[in-house]
């Protein structure tokens, strides 16, 4: 397919889990509702990581999808995907500023000039506000940390392809350690990913890959994370063969984040982390693609694994 | 308890819950994190509300924590509330603005200005995505509609009382149709609540109210909503006796939706709305001031209630 035929497909799914009623249009390419019947099959399939992830006593937290906007400045999100951040701004006139934001609606003009940035932006991965939250509570243990998040993500990239949502669901598992550890629990995360992902009978292929860094210099930056082998994808067909969309991703941070907030480990190292992430819409979207809209005909192998 | 007494008793709140590891300090006022044990109460409680509101055959629809920009300007929220809106922005620029942003950020100056209005804004509450979506679908049938949502919200509010958050979730049915259906499903969730929330072994005090309008003309606003009996809030001491805290809102909003989106009865009259509102952090922040920190101690009667 070429890029024609791959947009028209990605178009045609989304217009067909619209009139399922599984989606529900917002009038914004990438923002959806979703039915009481998508969001069962987020639940069960979050149940099912817990199940595959439960036995290790990660450490859950759960955030609001917003960040202080001081821990994203230290982040280096900035650097590398400035396109893609969402920060939130509020209005904080008099009532005659009011009155002139008032006008501007009305008459249709911008009225989001004077808006000015609150403390917080968009969520752009759940793990983001984990790293400073065991940054606080100093050295590691000897084991290392082992954390479990859940978050609403905001990434701006407006797409017709309904597996590139601009609000989306990640649930993550999030280890911080020694280089071994780190690198032990990734590996673990591969064939775990792709035992889940099998059990729910999905065609799938792991492969390195690379973030959508921005400009020149982030084309060097992606060629070399692949390099490294830094980053994997578990990618499912949903819209098509030829592009299929990654569903899991299994990151190794090195010591980036370990450095900007000073973590440290048990003997004074800078830490490491590593992270697995799920797309629950993705993997959701990937479902009704292979088995159907209904959930309740789904092979039962599938609903055994999902519903128990 | 003066002002002074309030705050302090508030601040102390918050603290003990952030020692008792319920809550997780990000650096904001007004944004947590939240403890594993604080989820299940907020789930256990959402599965509570089902309950009570189950049988009534409401549809499921889980919206995003954004909302589209040009349904937030057609809602009027804008004249009522400006100072608790947030709208999301991103960057548009090139290498070269990239760069100019991060000298900037590098710098200490501001480099949010450059930031431009992105099509979507932060969900202010739960109910507002749904009423141009119902409205896009035509007259109401007979029976008029009933919708089940949960999101979450923000309020740009920064406040030290826990029980008044920037990012909050809260569960909501909606209830569209003619003015004596509308009325009635209000009337009906105000004994509900009352019931649901005195199940859980809550001091609670049911209170006509208001909405924080902005400004001078804001006041009038109140005073009508108050003079009309339009909001009820169930109120429940958290942070002190004097300034309960409302965690279920109870809200007729007469035809103001229905006209706003030309929201037709089966009739063809204009529909009225109203809904109910479950504060589902203000409910766990109840549960946890008058239960205590460990939901294994808490009144057998309510570990039934909430965990069957």
Known sequence: MNMVDIRAAQAAY????????????????????????????????????????????????????ALNRQYFEESDYLKSFPHLAGTIHSFGGDE???????RRLEEGQDWTEDQVATDVVMTPAACYPVYPTV???????????????????????????????QMFRMREYIRIGTPEQVVEFRELWLERGRGMMASLE????????????????????????????????????????????????????????GHIWDIRTADGGVAHTACVG???????????????????????????????
Chains 1, 2 share one sequence.
């Open 14 to 65: 989304r217009d067909e889990l619209v009139a399922a009623g599984l989606l529900i249009p917002t009038g914004v390419d990438g923002l959806y509702g979703r039915s009481g019947v998508f969001e069962e099959v987020v639940e069960r399939f979050d149940a099912l990581v817990t199940r595959w992830g439960g036995a290790d006593g990660a450490e859950a937290m759960r955030f609001p999808p």
């Open 96 to 102: 005659k500023a009011h009155r002139t934001l008032l």
């Open 135 to 165: 940054a606080r509570r100093g050295a590691l243990p000897d084991g290392g940390r082992l954390i479990d998040v859940f978050s609403y993500c905001f990434r701006h990239e407006p797409s017709i392809d309904p597996a590139r949502m």
């Open 202 to 257: 999905m065609p799938l292929d792991i492969d390195v890959a690379n973030d959508p860094f921005f400009g020149r210099a982030g084309a060097m930056l992606s060629s070399s994370q692949r390099e490294q082998k830094l980053k994997f994808e578990l990618l499912i067909p949903v819209t098509s063969t030829e592009q299929p969309t990654a569903c899991l991703s299994f990151n190794y941070h090195q010591d980036h984040f």
């Open 278 to 308: 799920f797309g629950m819409e993705r993997v959701a979207l990937a479902l009704f693609r292979h088995h159907g809209f209904d959930p309740a005909g789904w092979p039962a192998a599938v609903r055994k694994v999902l519903w128990g």
